[in-house]
């Protein structure tokens, strides 16, 4: 009677071991995937970043030669982006 009850009971813990097991494999693999997409996420932040950065310098670079060289056409391509100069004559004006 014994030996049935310890039977079972060594049967029971390894079945609920092997379900364990099989449970934790699962949920690794799951972990493993949310980390590789958060990684690719940041990744893409980082670079949107970066060129934001580029942008920027390229925009002040373009509006330092606009007002340099007083043209016109830089000056419409940057406005048509949002980006508004100020008049040599104005910036003169302010202290």
């Given amino acids: 009677m014994c030996e049935k009850i310890l039977y079972w009971a060594s049967t029971t813990l390894g079945?609920?071991?092997l379900a364990v097991?099989?449970?934790?494999?699962?949920v690794d693999s799951m972990n493993r995937?949310?980390?590789?997409?958060?990684?690719?996420?940041?990744?893409?932040?980082?670079?949107?970043?970066?060129?934001?950065?580029?942008?920027q310098g390229l925009a002040q670079a373009l509006a330092e030669a606009a007002v340099k060289k007083s043209d016109g056409e830089i000056r419409s391509?940057?406005?048509?982006?949002?980006?508004?100069?100020?008049?040599?004559?104005?910036?003169?004006?302010?202290?």
């Fill in 15 to 17: 079945v609920l071991s």
């Fill in 21 to 26: 097991l099989v449970t934790n494999v699962s």
């Fill in 33 to 55: 995937k949310l980390q590789d997409e958060a990684n690719q996420r940041q990744a893409a932040i980082m670079k949107a970043n970066n060129m934001g950065q580029v942008n």
């Fill in 77 to 95: 391509l940057l406005k048509s982006q949002g980006i508004t100069l100020a008049d040599a004559a104005d910036a003169k004006k302010k202290p």
